[in-house]
């Protein structure tokens, strides 16, 4: 059973840097095809993209938050860390992790996602 | 950017009816369209990739169709578990994976 959790403050102040760990069971980054992915859902709002990190080390970032993001894995603990600066009231939202497996060399859906974790972003 | 609009933000159905929701792309992204359903308070969960393939272990009632531009999601029987807020997702273009703004299922 392929399981993901987020983890990490669940209030940060304005121009912090947020780091969000992601801790994953049934599968390993390791193994060719896997991937992990950030996606975050302000409140009421629709989701957004924001970073993807491959078995192969390999990184993808919102074009519109590339500047602020990095990802990062540590497969011996099966963990995908993600780190954003100057974070912003606008940053308040919940944020996910997710798998994604690449199938004919498309990096595709998501599945499972975690349950989320809520970061507010305020003085 | 591919902007995904979906149709209608709301749409009221009453249990045991059929329900159709609309997903449009900007421009073609091919089959590449996957639908999630979210349910207040839960994580999205995957329904549909390839536009038209179940993921494990959805139900039958939900079907999937459309490609380049248009889409739809079909539930033929609604039941008090489907009602829930449902996203479609592009990913033809790769890195730049955008969602629609969703559409809420309710009970009419």
């Known amino acids: 059973q392929v399981t993901l959790r987020e983890s990490g403050p669940a209030l940060v102040k304005p121009t912090q840097t947020l780091t969000l760990t992601c801790t994953f069971s049934g599968f390993s980054l390791s193994t060719s095809g896997m991937c992990v992915s950030w996606i975050r859902q302000p409140p009421g709002k629709a989701l957004e993209w924001l970073a993807l990190i491959d078995w192969d080390d390999d990184k993808y970032y919102s074009t519109s938050l590339k500047t602020r993001l990095t990802i990062s894995k540590d497969t011996s603990k099966n963990q995908v860390v993600l780190t954003m600066t100057n974070m912003d009231p606008v940053d308040t939202a919940t944020y996910y992790c997710?798998?994604?497996?690449?199938?004919?060399?498309?990096?595709?859906?998501?599945?499972?996602w975690g349950q989320g974790t809520l970061v507010t972003v305020s003085s | 950017e591919i902007v995904m609009t979906q149709s209608p933000a709301t749409l009221s159905v009453s249990p045991g009816e059929r329900a159709t929701l609309s997903c449009r792309a900007s421009?073609?992204?091919?089959?590449?369209l996957a639908w999630y359903q979210q349910k207040p308070g839960q994580a999205p969960r995957l329904l549909i990739y390839g536009a038209s393939t179940r993921a494990t272990g959805i139900p039958a009632r939900f079907s999937g169709s459309g490609s380049g531009t248009e889409f739809t999601l079909t539930i033929s029987s609604l039941q008090s578990e489907d009602f829930a807020v449902y996203y479609c997702?592009?990913?033809?273009?790769?890195?730049?994976?955008?969602f629609g703004q969703g559409t809420k299922l309710e009970i009419k």
């Open positions: 997710a798998r994604m497996m690449v199938a004919a060399g498309s990096y595709n859906w998501f599945d499972p």
């Open positions: 421009q073609s992204v091919s089959s590449n």
């Open positions: 997702q592009q990913y033809n273009n790769w890195p730049a994976y955008t």
